[in-house]
């Protein structure tokens, strides 16, 4: 059969290049050949041309959102070299809410490949391979198929008159390298693409395609800011979420259509560039009358349906009941308008300060100051506080106008600062209608964007306000009594309920270390407002608590956690046998989140400095064994060694047959001394 083969290769010598071509559903793949002849020892370009059906696409190297990119294993003759795909300019197509990168119609992906030297004039080459793609449309649908190309070997290598000038032109229009290009990605919400160009064609068409398809969110709006000297692209990163601490490599594209240039960057972290549109506020499209009219409409519905939602309705319950004191007095009216003005004042410093903080670049919409950490612990002790005072825990006497006294007393100050915080717990929620007019806010000039959430103030503040204002309303009240001073204690306990809410909304950003150090603050604050009845003393005493307990909990407060000097690896008999067969030496902690004594030594004796030296020095390997759940295993290795519970240590030393269980207290002296050999 070989032979057969080497006589079928000798007779194609003399003949023009022939191609095979697989056909299937959604794309017609053929290889094809600049040159139609090769000399040896010459790299020609071959290009896998992708013919596409009408409403599909084939994907670039990074797929976007979904997708693969189209994959070629070759089967070459000895000798022959294949180099990687040289990728062409995708298009960004969307699809729904989703961004893929790839292309349509045609696309020619060109491959060098190098022939030997050793290859001999007269005889063919069969150039093979096995192609992978995906094709998708309103489905997706995976293909594949193999191409080949028989291609004469001659001292002389010609050009293809076909395909020559076609590959060439294809090979022109590859992405390129310019050295006049610089680009840097800084860090922030979202990160900052800043490039500076050479000439300002096409830059307010720029867009970025990264290479890497986790780095950067391929279906988040990329909103151009054009400079003096460059442009500046807000992105949003991907699955990795180092963007703006690393490089970042990918491809620029300015302008459309025929126009449209490519090239190839690699943007080192830093500050972004000057006069490159860093400081400029993303171009939105204007708003016309009709659509200015339906988003102030929505607006006003949102804030509306706003009252009845769950962040809301503690809020207001307690204005109602404070409120139902003094229903059928006279300065009811006032307080209405003091509370109306509270929400407006609110809701437009809330808009104020969107505006400002997107005009510095940052990506903020709606709820977006409990993004922070810190934030997030300061309204989950607010509600907590309001809640030991709607509970009767302590009053504030004199103080109507600060802290939770605000929410739950009467006065003036009381129905503005109600308001005020009405406004503050409803920013986790968004009610029906309020999605589609924020949205128009956030992207408009700053005199749409307050108009928009003016109109949602409106409705927001309107139900309440009509109460104080509308004496057939407030017959509806109940009249004061005993009933009062009950449903304001239950009130209490949505109050709890909102502070328990935020507390886990605080586990997604800062984990347990920040959940545990709100607990702390909470029990500190709590201590304080109970001792705070026994004079003024004991209220020092309260303070100094909570100011301690406050620099202790700060840094994970804000997200900020203090990275471990000695790294560990998870315990199990297996790993402990496999370190020891290699004659290295174990150090294991049996530990758990629960065990304060564990993680008191823990941060005094093991995560040190010094200990993670004498550990890389002596070779040693650091097992942490968790038992804060239920573990057999753990427990069986516990009882092995004599111990109830934990914390225990063990070193096993390189050729000791057992173990040395080191003594408690333990001290960072006693562990470099027992790595070291120094104790037996």
């Known amino acids: 059969m070989f032979r057969s083969l080497l006589a079928l290769l000798f007779f194609l010598a003399a003949t023009p290049a022939v191609a095979q071509t697989p056909t299937v559903p959604n794309a ?4 094809r050949s600049a040159r139609a002849a090769v000399a040896p020892g010459e790299t020609f370009t071959v290009v896998i041309q992708q013919t596409i059906r009408e409403h599909w696409h084939t994907y670039w190297r990074n797929p976007g959102a979904a997708g693969e990119p189209t994959e070629i294993t070759w089967r070459l003759p000895q000798g022959f070299t294949a180099g990687d795909i040289l990728w062409p300019t995708p298009d960004a197509i969307p ?3 989703l961004v893929n990168y790839g292309y349509s119609n045609e696309v020619l992906l060109p491959v060098e490949i190098t022939a030997p030297a050793s290859a001999r004039p007269g005889q063919s080459v069969l150039l093979a391979g096995d192609l992978t793609w995906v094709a998708c449309s309103d489905i997706c649908v995976f293909e594949g198929g193999q191409v080949s190309l028989t291609l004469p070997v001659a001292a002389q290598g010609s050009d293809d008159p076909v395909w020559g000038p076609r590959i060439a032109a294809a090979r022109a229009a590859l992405p390129q390298r ?17 490039v500076t160009l050479p000439d300002q064609a096409g830059a307010r068409q720029a867009y970025f395609f990264a290479f890497n398809p986790d780095v950067v969110n391929p279906s988040a709006p990329q909103r151009v800011r054009v400079g003096p000297r460059g442009v500046t692209i807000p992105l949003e990163a991907g699955a990795d979420r180092n963007l703006g601490t690393e490089p970042l490599d990918g491809l620029l594209v300015l302008g459309e259509g025929r126009a449209r240039r490519a090239f190839e960057i690699i943007a080192t972290p830093g500050a972004p560039l000057p006069d490159t549109g860093a400081d400029a506020r993303p171009e939105a499209p204007p708003m016309d009358l009709a659509a200015l009219f339906s988003a102030l409409l929505f607006a006003f519905l949102g804030g509306l349906i706003l009252n009845v939602m769950p962040c809301v309705l503690p809020v207001l319950s307690v204005k109602a009941l404070a409120f139902a004191g003094g229903a059928h007095a006279k300065e009811a009216p006032r307080q209405g308008a003091l509370y109306f003005a509270g929400v407006i004042v609110s809701f437009m410093a809330l808009a104020g300060l969107l505006i400002a903080l997107r005009g510095a670049g940052e990506a903020v919409g709606w709820g977006f100051q409990l993004q922070t950490p810190w934030v997030t612990a300061a309204l989950s ?22 802290g939770s006294g605000l929410a739950a007393r009467g006065g003036d100050a009381g129905a503005f600062f109600t308001g005020a915080l009405a406004v503050i717990a409803a920013t986790p929620c968004t009610a029906p209608f309020m999605a589609g007019a924020l949205a128009a806010a956030l992207t408009q000039p700053p005199e749409i964007t307050l108009l928009i959430f003016f109109a949602l103030a409106l409705g927001f503040a309107l139900p309440l306000t009509l109460v104080h204002f509308a004496p057939g309303l407030r017959n509806l009240i109940p009249k004061p009594g005993a009933w009062m001073e009950r449903v304001r204690n239950v009130l209490a306990f949505p109050m709890f309920g909102a502070a328990a809410w935020l507390a886990w909304v605080l586990t ?4 347990a270390n920040g959940v545990l150090a709100l607990l702390a603050l909470g029990a500190a604050l709590a201590f304080m407002i109970f001792v705070a009845r026994w004079g003024r003393i004991w209220f020092a005493v309260g303070a100094v608590a909570l100011l301690v307990t406050g620099f ?25 046998a496999e370190l020891r067969g290699e004659g290295r030496g174990v150090f294991v902690t049996f530990t758990a989140a629960w065990c304060i004594t564990c993680k008191v030594y823990e941060a005094a004796a093991i995560d040190r400095q010094a200990v993670a ?6 070779n040693v390997v650091y ?44 001290t960072e002296d006693l562990v470099l001394d027992t790595v070291r050999g120094a104790n037996p």
């Open 28 to 31: 017609q793949v053929t290889l």
């Open 95 to 97: 699809f729904a809410d």
């Open 178 to 194: 310019n050295e006049a290009i610089v680009a840097r990605i800084s860090e922030g919400a979202p990160a900052r693409l800043s």
């Open 381 to 402: 002790l607010l509600f907590f506080v309001i809640g030991l005072n709607l509970a009767g825990l302590f009053s504030v006497s004199g103080l109507e106008g600060a």
């Open 508 to 511: 997604a950003q800062t984990g």
């Open 552 to 576: 202790v909990a700060w840094k994970p407060l804000t997200g900020q956690q203090t990275p471990a000097v000695l790294a560990h690896e998870d315990w199990s008999p297996a790993r402990v």
């Open 613 to 618: 030296t004498a550990f890389r020095d002596e």
């Open 623 to 666: 097992l942490k064994a968790d038992w804060t759940n239920r573990d057999p295993v753990i427990a069986a290795a516990l009882a092995e060694h004599g111990s109830p519970g934990v914390p225990l240590y063990l070193y096993y030393a390189p050729g000791a047959r057992e173990p040395v269980v080191l003594p408690q207290p333990l």
